[in-house]
T-cell receptor, first 116, second 114 residues
């Protein structure tokens, strides 16, 4: 079946602009995660949605970052007033069993964000 | 703080030889351990995980990993490397009651030469 999809695959923006990154999880998966992959910081957890529970936002680096998940499916990560240090690959993952610690996460191809 | 270390930035192996990619962890509580592989311009692909039980875990593409609690390690191994195994490998840990968020190591670039 279809895997996790993300759009756009590449995004170039100017410093100070807002961007929205989209993630479509695998159908039926109840948990959704966002991670960031950058040269300086490696792979970092950003935010986690599990069903109807309040999201775990503990990894968001600043209040310029926010995310929502509509209808328990599609998620959008929004970065306001982008900075050059936001340049990274943003990865989305989903898991089938509600996001427990033993779940396997399935990753999308990522969105490469470049802030000029 | 919880952390995962992959002590080698790069591992070079000749095709047909065994390979090992090292991973150690430092966590409080019982860890759940994962290995993922990333090919260029692709997302992460799941290889295997250790949850409980047998310390030797077998996964995709002939890879296996051994959980060693006393050494806090979870090294990835394969008996005979292929050129197509060349990629970036990530070890990760998740913890009970912290949802499923993964803490990743910094990654190890595996290069398999013919």
């Amino acid at each position: 079946g279809a895997g996790v999809s993300q759009s756009p695959s590449n995004k170039v923006t100017e410093k100070g602009k807002d961007v929205e990154l989209r993630c479509d999880p695998i159908s039926g998966h109840t948990a959704l995660y966002w991670y960031r992959q950058s040269l300086g910081q490696g792979l970092e957890f950003l935010i986690y949605f599990q069903g109807n529970s309040a999201p775990d936002k503990s990894g968001l680096p600043s209040d310029r970052f926010s995310a929502e998940r509509t209808g328990g499916s599609v998620s959008t990560l929004t970065i306001q007033r982008t900075q050059q240090e936001d340049s990274a690959v943003y990865l989305c993952a989903s898991s089938p069993w509600g996001g427990g610690s033993t779940d396997t996460q399935y990753f999308g191809p990522g969105t490469r964000l470049t802030v000029l | 703080a919880q952390s995962v270390a992959q002590p080698e930035d790069q591992v070079n192996v000749a095709e047909g030889n065994p390979l090992t990619v090292k991973c150690t962890y430092s966590v409080s509580g019982n860890p759940y351990l994962f290995w993922y592989v990333q090919y260029p311009n692709r997302g992460l692909q799941f290889l295997l995980k250790y949850i409980t039980g047998d310390n030797l875990v077998k996964g995709s593409y002939g890879f296996e990993a051994e959980f060693n609690k006393s050494q806090t390690s979870f090294h990835l191994k394969k008996p005979s490397a292929l050129v197509s195994d060349s990629a970036l490998y990530f070890c990760a840990v998740s913890l009970y009651n912290q949802g499923g968020k993964l803490i990743f190591g910094q990654g190890t670039e595996l290069s398999v030469k013919p």
